[in-house]
C-alpha cells in the first residue's frame, strides 16, 4: 500500500527537479519517488554484499563456536547442511 509523504523544497531545486522529471518523462512525483527507491534499493544491495562478505571470513569461527548444530531440537538425521556459499 502506498502512502502519500510531503516534502518542502526551495523553488530552485523544484524547478531543476521538474525539469529532470520532464526530460525523463515522468511527474515530479514519480521522479523523486524513483530515485528514493533507488537509492533505498543501493543500500539494501550494499548491506547485504557486506553481510555476505563478513559471514564468508568468519565462517570458520562461527562454526567453531556455533558449530554444526544448524537445527537445535530437531531429530539426529533429519537436517541438511546448507552450503557454504549460501547467503
Given at each position: 500500500?502506498?502512502?502519500?509523504?510531503?516534502?518542502?523544497?526551495?523553488?530552485?531545486?523544484?524547478?531543476?527537479?521538474?525539469?529532470?522529471?520532464?526530460?525523463?518523462?515522468?511527474?515530479?512525483?514519480?521522479?523523486?519517488?524513483?530515485?528514493?527507491?533507488?537509492?533505498?534499493?543501493?543500500?539494501?544491495?550494499?548491506?547485504?554484499?557486506?553481510?555476505?562478505?563478513?559471514l564468508a571470513g568468519y565462517a570458520d569461527a562461527f562454526?567453531?563456536?556455533?558449530?554444526?548444530?544448524?537445527?537445535?531440537?530437531?531429530r539426529d538425521g533429519l537436517e541438511q547442511?546448507?552450503?557454504?556459499?549460501?547467503?
Amino acid at each position: 500500500m502506498a502512502k502519500q509523504t510531503n516534502i518542502r523544497l526551495n523553488d530552485e531545486v523544484r524547478a531543476a527537479a521538474e525539469d529532470r522529471a520532464a526530460r525523463r518523462g515522468l511527474s515530479l512525483q514519480g521522479y523523486v519517488a524513483d530515485l528514493i527507491e533507488a537509492d533505498v534499493s543501493r543500500s539494501r544491495a550494499t548491506f547485504m554484499a557486506g553481510a555476505a562478505t563478513f559471514l564468508a571470513g568468519y565462517a570458520d569461527a562461527f562454526e567453531a563456536e556455533v558449530g554444526e548444530d544448524r537445527y537445535p531440537g530437531l531429530r539426529d538425521g533429519l537436517e541438511q547442511p546448507a552450503p557454504r556459499d549460501a547467503a
